[in-house]
């Protein structure tokens, strides 16, 4: 075995069959015959999916990697991860999802933008479509798995894959059950998920031949007509999101970490706000970088594993995600690999702005071993403004941090239009729209019971820029977002002197030890104090006219913890 992966570290395309020291279960050694049945006592023919194909049941890491290596799904690095590239889909297709209304959704779901409905006449058609796609394979990946740490508030997902490399994310992202949970395993809700499926929009009700269909009443989600894997994990997500709140347990698109004291600390952010990189902080225990539960007793982790932005990542801002490419069991989604030397560049963006890496958490060397925590003592809500409007830190009373969860703000810049320097109000209420299937007030009202309930203090971090907006201005320095976290944590922060924000109403700290007071007021940094008010101004109308869609499903308080015009 030490001779294949040493091997394949070293550059070779795929191996043979004669490099497998496996057998199947006639005795054969063919690799495409090999076949690992760890099945449970519920078949796929019990599930009404029948099929010819060649089932391999929840394999492990080096045994997928294998099997994608051998159908040339991917090149493996030099250093150990495996590379893979996704094609056209490179993100999630957010306007190709869909959920099926019906007698269980009509009046629980809501319908918009981020949950657009399907008929179930539609979702019959699509999933016979895709039942006779799933008979006609050749080969299967089933993994059989956990949405969630907690075994009381759990859901079991089976997934059913085609490529063997989305089998192995979909295994490192999820909870994986022991050997004994498996021989009692039951799946209450199934994912197929199948690249090579084009949907006909007529047919199924969808948009395009890529299509992501969501149905409760029947525990399946179908994905078809996209190599992107995170539509997987994000079903899961949608899953726990749709769950979990009738039970009173808080879902959230968050990170969360623990100090030396076991303080739990939350970090909810949109993508590119620094979530992952800074909940991943070697002098504290990571929970999750993406999705958790927070219950009467824990937060906990929904996931086994990380989805960490690579695009332009720094072995020294970011040493523990950086340490993860050069792991085998890492998967690394449209990062560009020399396919002679196997040499990968993590700042060439010619595939994707949007390069991904997943791995197993246990690779983050200071990670939670059971995946979760105490409930938190501290809230931190991340945007990365653009504008250059908010201050570094501010503390938020409970009912600004419900204004602020149901804004959900961050500010994207303007991609890639030659000569568009202006950056782009994002507004993705409780900080992850597309996969709350429930109205927003439901997750609103219970992060604001549980903040009260349990003394939570809460801060919003920009992450953005300062100085001015993007194009005149510069990143925050991620050495002063440490310090001031680190201050808000270790509760020194609370003691600071405060002033009030004209235009925001919350609380930022006019000094902070080891950080430039300057940079803790934006109107001082900007190079007139009249053009930060002006631009200050059209970001709080920015604010209040995404805000006007929830208020009749709010409280007066927070209603009143709107940004005003100053």
């Known amino acids: 075995m030490a001779r294949i992966y040493m091997r394949l570290l070293h550059g070779y395309r795929s191996l043979t069959a004669t490099d497998l020291p496996f057998t199947n279960e006639a005795g054969g050694s063919n690799w495409r015959e090999y076949t690992v049945a760890k099945t449970t006592g519920v078949s796929l023919e019990s599930q009404g999916i029948k099929t010819g194909a060649r089932l391999n049941w929840n394999l492990g890491t080096a045994q997928l990697i294998e099997q994608a290596v051998n159908r040339e799904e991917g090149l493996l690095s030099r250093d150990g991860a495996f590379v893979v590239e996704t094609g056209q889909h490179t993100g999630r297709s957010a306007n190709d999802k869909f959920t099926v209304k019906d007698g269980e959704t009509a009046d629980s779901v809501w319908w918009g933008k981020s949950n657009k409905p399907m008929e179930p006449a539609h979702f019959a058609a699509l999933k016979e479509d895709f039942l006779a796609a799933v008979a006609r394979k050749e080969t299967l990946f089933v993994q059989d798995l956990f949405g969630g740490s907690q075994p009381e508030h759990r859901v079991n997902v089976r997934v059913i894959t085609e490529l063997a490399w989305h089998s192995l994310f979909i295994r490192t992202l999820l909870v994986r059950p022991t050997a004994a949970e498996l021989e009692s395993y039951a799946p209450e809700y199934t994912i197929i998920d199948l690249p090579s499926f084009r949907a006909d929009p007529e047919r199924h009700g969808c948009r395009s031949e890529t299509v992501i269909a969501v149905n409760f009443t029947e525990k399946l989600i179908l994905i078809g007509g996209t190599k992107y894997a995170g539509e997987m994990k994000k079903s899961v997500f949608g899953i726990l999101n749709y769950l979990l709140p009738v039970k009173g347990v808080m879902p959230m698109h968050c990170s969360a970490n623990i100090g030396p004291d076991g303080d739990t600390a939350v970090f909810f952010g949109l993508s590119g706000t620094g979530k992952t990189t800074l909940s991943a902080d070697a002098s504290r225990t990571l929970i999750g970088d993406d999705e958790h539960g927070w219950s009467d007793t824990a937060v906990f982790n929904f996931e086994g594993g990380c989805y960490a932005k690579m695009i332009r990542l720094s072995p020294t801002a970011e040493p523990e995600i950086f340490a993860t490419t050069r792991r085998f069991g890492t998967v690394l989604e449209n990062v560009v690999i020399d396919a002679d030397s196997r040499e990968i560049d993590l700042d ?70 030659i000569g568009v320097t202006e950056p782009d109000a994002t507004f993705s209420t409780c900080f992850g729209a597309p996969f709350m299937p429930r109205h927003p007030s439901v997750y609103g009202n219970l992060l604001k019971e549980r903040i009260a309930r349990g003394g939570v203090d809460c801060w919003l971090v920009n992450t953005g820029w300062t100085g001015g907006q993007y194009g005149t201005g510069q990143r925050m320095p991620i050495k002063v977002t440490r310090a001031l976290l680190n201050a808000a944590l270790d509760g020194s922060l609370k003691n600071a002197e405060f002033r009030k924000d004209p235009f925001f109403g919350f609380d930022v700290p006019v000094s902070v030890p080891g950080v430039d007071s300057a940079i803790l007021d934006p109107r001082s940094t900007w190079p007139t104090p009249e053009a930060y008010d002006e631009k200050a101004r059209a970001l709080v109308k920015m604010f209040i006219e995404n805000f006007a869609q929830f208020e009749a499903h709010v409280e007066q308080g927070v209603r009143e913890a709107a940004p005003t015009a100053a």
Do not use: C, W
Not at 375 to 392: E, Q, S
Not at 403 to 417: I, M
């Open 348 to 417: 060439d963006n010619r595939l994707a702005e949007n390069s991904r890496g997943s791995y197993p958490i246990d690779f983050i060397p200071n990670a939670s071993k059971d995946n979760l925590g105490p409930v938190p003592k501290n809230i931190i809500m991340l945007t990365a403004d653009a504008f250059g409007i908010l201050p570094p830190i501010a503390k938020l009373s409970p009912d600004q941090a419900m204004y602020h969860f149901l804004s959900g703000y961050t500010a994207r810049v303007a991609g890639t239009e």
